[in-house]
């Protein structure tokens, strides 16, 4: 079974760059520093940031930069299958650890020596790309906590079909078992790469195809993102609209 | 059968012979038939006396050989495991299959990492979501002897990077042809354990163990399996040739570090230079120009043509890895090939050509090689008594119908005895 049918054209529609529609809404806790949710297509994510607050864990105290706590984890309901352990198996450990590694990368974290930032994702509901849509959601509440970072990091994950047309932003039924898929999270543009994930084989000639797709796919997400949070922070100080584009 | 009734003529008699025939005979006659048929009994009943005695000594025999047997097989095999009971025969007649878990410890000497990678197989029951296929485990130990941060029981952050690659490796790229480690679909498959035992760590830790593994799947033979429809036999080595994995293909991790974009990624960086290094980005390549995985430890910030470079030094380095696990495991065959050679030409007949390249090896293959070279002549020495056990079963079996002959000839004279002492009342009303 291929990705694209002979016109084409996806199972869902789109073409094979097209990314799927992107709602979001930061602010949803008020108890929360800052907080975000996200959907692309059918995945659904929220994601709550707390902190730079003080370290609670003496033994992890970094004297010279802060802490990037990250925890991920996928609700029972968020599959079709229902899933026993909603966090602790293997998958959401390795996500938090690819989470923290990338932002890592993206928050500057000189400016708050012996401190700790806690980002927590919930997976609502799973249709694909889970990964991506973790980390831009928790790029969005990162944004609404105030946290300094040198970019907005946009995320995508990209899928090489038969022949080798990479079809960005795969959903749940494009992730066969069998279909390489490639997760790249850019932090300021395209060329800087903080995510670089691949599952199942992958000719190194389609490799580079599939990479380029889904570095000009994150371009599309990071506009997406700039918009949702430039109309945030319009509405927060009650500019007018017109005014979105200088931030 | 007896029926009460008169006679017409009781100077004659129709006398059953057998197959159906019947005779007429006068009193005289039949009196002489009897006898001499009475006689002829007796006769084979002495005969098959003689020979009762003979054919349960000759199964005593039997059953203390297997015995030894038996005792020889769990003296020179102290890693057995579990002993399965198939009954072959009715008559007290056992075959034992003997169930051993493979090792092939193989360990990888590199010019600073040292791995020991053990692997084992078992048998398990699959869980319910693929039920026809097998599972492959990874155990990573870090030791204390690899370096001085490691400690005892934890993994630490260097070892769950290296449990994660391996995993990926193992799991999800399809190294192994998981489908043909299935016995029954959804109640018995091989499961393989990966141990990885890290006995010196000096950097690209996960490039010599992702080596290692590799080496030591190809290196692995698991015994052989007989699915009968409502058994499964699983063979010693010593009865059939153990069997290698399917390998599809061998990826080969290569790391690269990096420090800054502007300057070119480091190749196979020591233990110091991954101190100074951002990070690492791991690139794992088949001989087929596949890119299996893309991991990366620490912070990086990476762009597209630092990536494909990467990719393309990857892919030199993994063809020349390639080839030298293929020449590794090629001349492993070929010394183990000329060791069974050796063994096999001294219990049976061999041309010249053959025993003389396997003599001129011996000599250099023993010093090696000692202790497998003794396990196995024990083991063929065993396996020659199979034929004499064979023969000896199916003499059991002959008598087995010997006897039951005899029983039936017992009730025959029984029945005889019965028309004697009726001939005789006979005789007796007749004259009176």
Redesign the interface.
């Known amino acids: 079974m291929n990705i694209l049918s002979e016109h084409g054209f996806r199972q869902d529609g789109r073409r094979p760059n097209q990314i799927r529609n992107i709602n979001c809404k930061l602010g949803v806790y008020s108890q929360a520093d800052g907080s975000a949710y996200l959907e692309q297509g059918n995945t659904k994510v929220l994601c709550a940031v707390y902190g730079p607050h003080d370290s609670r864990q003496r033994s992890r105290i970094h004297e010279d930069r802060c802490i990037i706590n990250c925890q991920y984890s996928m609700a029972t309901f968020s599959t079709v299958e229902r899933r026993e352990r909603p966090r602790g198996d293997?998958r959401a450990v390795?996500f938090a650890?690819l989470m923290e590694?990338v932002f890592?990368?993206a928050i500057i974290t000189t400016m708050y020596p012996c401190s700790q930032i806690d980002i927590f994702c919930e997976l609502l509901q799973g249709d694909g790309s889970h990964l991506a849509t973790c980390v831009n959601a928790a790029t969005l509440a990162l944004a609404d906590a105030g946290v300094p970072v040198y970019g907005i990091v946009a995320a995508v994950s990209s899928a090489c079909s038969l022949g080798g047309v990479a079809c960005v932003d795969v959903s749940a039924r494009e992730e066969m078992a069998i279909v390489p898929r490639?997760t790249v999270a850019t932090?300021m543009n395209?060329?800087?790469?903080?995510?670089?994930?691949?599952?199942?084989?992958?000719?190194?000639?389609h490799?580079?195809v599939v990479?380029?797709s889904a570095?000009e796919a994150s371009e599309k997400v990071r506009s997406c993102l700039k918009t949702a949070i430039g109309s945030h922070i319009s509405s927060a100080l009650g500019l007018a609209s017109n005014d979105v584009n200088s931030a | 059968m007896y029926i009460s009734a008169q006679m017409e003529d009781p100077a004659k008699f129709m006398i059953d012979i057998g197959t159906g025939y019947f005779v007429e005979m006068s009193n005289e006659q039949a009196a002489d038939y009897f006898k001499r048929k009475q006689q002829y009994l007796k006769k084979q009943m002495e005969t098959i006396e003689k020979i009762l005695p003979e054919k349960q000594q000759v199964r005593n025999i039997i059953m203390e050989n297997l015995k030894k047997k038996i005792q020889l097989l769990c003296a020179h095999m102290p890693a057995v495991s579990e002993l399965m009971v198939v009954n072959v025969m009715n008559f007290a007649a056992l075959k034992l299959f003997l169930v051993q878990s493979w090792e092939h410890v193989l360990q990888l000497l590199d010019i600073r990492n040292k791995i020991f990678v053990q692997i084992s197989c078992n048998l398990t029951e699959p869980t319910s979501a693929r039920g026809n296929m097998g599972s492959v485990e990874v155990h990573v130990r870090m030791s204390p002897m690899a370096a001085p941060t490691y400690e005892d029981g934890k993994l630490g952050s260097k070892g769950i990077e290296l449990m994660r690659v391996l995993e990926i490796l193992l799991r999800d790229c399809g190294v192994i042809d998981l489908e043909s480690l299935c016995i029954r679909k959804y109640k018995q498959i091989w499961s393989i354990r990966v141990d990885v035992h890290i006995l010196d760590d000096d950097g690209s830790l996960i490039d010599c163990a992702s080596v290692a593994v590799l080496t030591a799947l190809v290196h692995f033979k698991r015994p052989d399996v007989n699915v009968l429809s409502d058994s499964v036999i699983i063979y010693g080595s010593s009865q059939k040739m153990p069997i290698p994995l399917n390998i599809y293909h061998l990826p080969i991790c290569v790391s690269f570090g990096v420090y800054d974009d502007t300057q070119p990624a480091v190749l196979d960086p020591t233990d110091r230079e991954e101190m100074c290094l951002k990070g690492t980005l791991i690139v794992a390549v088949n001989k087929r120009h596949e890119i299996c995985t893309l991991h990366q430890t620490g912070n990086l910030v990476l762009n597209q043509d630092l990536i494909m470079q990467c990719v393309e030094t990857a892919m030199q380095r993994a063809i020349n890895v390639s080839e030298l696990i293929s020449s590794v495991i090629t001349d492993d065959n070929l010394k183990s090939g000329l060791v069974s050679l050796n063994i096999l030409s001294s219990h049976q007949c061999e041309p010249n050509e053959l025993i003389a390249p396997a003599v001129k090896n011996h000599a250099l293959i023993i010093g090696e090689r000692d202790d497998k070279v003794l396990i196995e002549e024990d083991l063929i020495q065993i396996g020659s008594e199979d034929q004499e056990l064979i023969e000896q079963i199916a003499e059991i079996t002959v008598s087995q119908k010997i006897l039951d002959q005899s029983y039936k000839g017992r009730t025959e004279m029984d029945d005889v005895n019965d028309l004697l002492d009726s001939i005789e009342e006979n005789f007796a009303n007749s004259h009176s």
């Open positions: 293997r390795e650890r590694k890592e990368s490639l932090l395209q060329d800087q790469i903080v995510l670089i994930e691949l599952e199942n084989r992958v000719h190194h000639q490799l580079e990479m380029k570095c």
